[in-house]
């Protein structure tokens, strides 16, 4: 038996689930509104005084949420001079094919600035960076507000030194993050690596905070692991934005698989509706996996379990927009969270 407890927690938009095992091997199970730092409130009654807590392991959908709602930090995109347009022309791909009124999401990122610079599709460097030029701007960029940086640059995961170069100058300058395509998705495609370091730009900053003030509560000696998108766990400081878009999904995938297995169940499908989110998932004898995510409309290049993610949970905000009935993104939250629960929220479904 383990000599402390062991405790983990599924952070939601709405709720908080938490499940711990103390050292005789009891299982204890809280539920609890997802406001403040529930991880903090789940471990105060659960664990005696003197207790040691030899593990947490964290599944969130803090990333998820963030991504679907677009409540993400200020970033901005650097990207090649000449594709500034880059994330408003994307693939010209329709989704809808037959929809009368398509419309396009609007770009993670507050703005996207041109870094003048040019590399060859065989690597070689066709016009130098302007280190100059790009100072200016991210001093006048970090003036206005902008706290993460996302770059994408032409060719850059066959000759990523340019890339490395403007984050490195990005940190000097004051940035609190920085995203370089050329380490998140080291392969071909600008517009994928574009996407994937802007969703990384926009939502690790708020992964961090979240993290922080988890490990600040945490009992000295704890270890504090994260759930991946991938199904697997890391340190939780070293979880990034890309990584934990389906942090608390891919929990659910995994505990799908094993219930199918206790119940000699061959194929089952999951559905998991929180409160901002709703989930889907198969699983046939072996969790099914994907290389790219796709939340909310999204695309991002990332090993991730394959997770259907849409923005429609129990805390999804209702509206009668242009004239008709919607739901969401937006969700009520936990606190005042959906008016059923009398603190004056909005209506939700």
């Not at 302007?130 to 032409?154: P, T």
């Not at 194929?267 to 969790?287: E, K, L, P, Q, Y």
Request: charged share 25%; proline share 6%; hydrophobic share 40%.
């Amino acid at each position: 038996m383990s000599s402390g407890w062991r405790i983990a927690v599924d952070r939601g938009g709405t709720f908080a689930d938490v499940v711990a095992v103390d050292p005789q091997g009891r299982v204890h199970v809280r539920k609890l509104l997802a406001r403040g730092q529930p991880e903090a409130e789940a471990l105060a009654p659960l664990l005696p005084a003197g207790a040691v807590l030899d593990e947490l392991r964290l599944g969130t959908t803090v990333a998820t949420n963030a991504l679907l709602t677009g409540q993400g930090a200020r970033a901005v995109l650097l990207v090649t001079r000449g594709f500034g347009d880059l994330l408003a022309i994307g693939h010209q791909s329709r989704p809808d094919l037959f929809a009368l009124d398509p419309r396009r999401l609007p770009p993670l990122v507050e703005a996207t600035e041109e870094v003048d610079e040019r590399v060859a599709a065989d690597g070689t460097v066709e016009r130098p960076l302007d280190e100059g030029s790009l100072r200016r701007s991210l001093r006048r960029l970090r003036a206005s507000g902008i706290e993460s940086v996302a770059v994408a640059l032409m060719h850059s995961w066959i000759a990523p030194e340019h890339e490395r170069r403007v984050g490195e100058l990005a940190r000097e300058v004051g940035f609190d993050h920085v995203a370089l395509s050329s380490e998140l998705s080291p392969e071909p495609g600008l517009l994928d690596r574009a996407w994937t370091a802007e969703a990384d730009a926009v939502l690790s900053p708020v992964l961090r905070a979240y993290v922080r003030g988890v490990l600040e509560r945490c009992p000295p000696g704890a270890r504090l692991l994260a759930m991946q998108s991938s199904g697997g766990l890391c340190a939780a400081e070293d979880l990034r934005g890309v990584q934990a878009v389906l942090s608390g999904p891919a929990g659910g995938v995994v505990a799908c698989g094993q219930v199918a297995r206790e119940q000699g169940l061959s194929a089952v499908v999951g559905f998991d509706m929180g409160g901002t989110s709703t989930d889907v998932c198969r699983w046939a004898g072996d969790r099914e996996r994907a290389e790219r995510l796709e939340v909310g409309g999204r695309s991002l290049r990332s090993p991730c379990l394959d997770v259907v993610t849409v923005a429609a949970g129990g805390g999804s905000r209702l509206h009668l927009r242009d004239g008709r009935f919607q739901v969401g993104p937006e969700s009520a939250g936990a606190d005042p969270g959906p008016a059923g629960y009398g603190r004056g929220g909005p209506a939700t479904v």
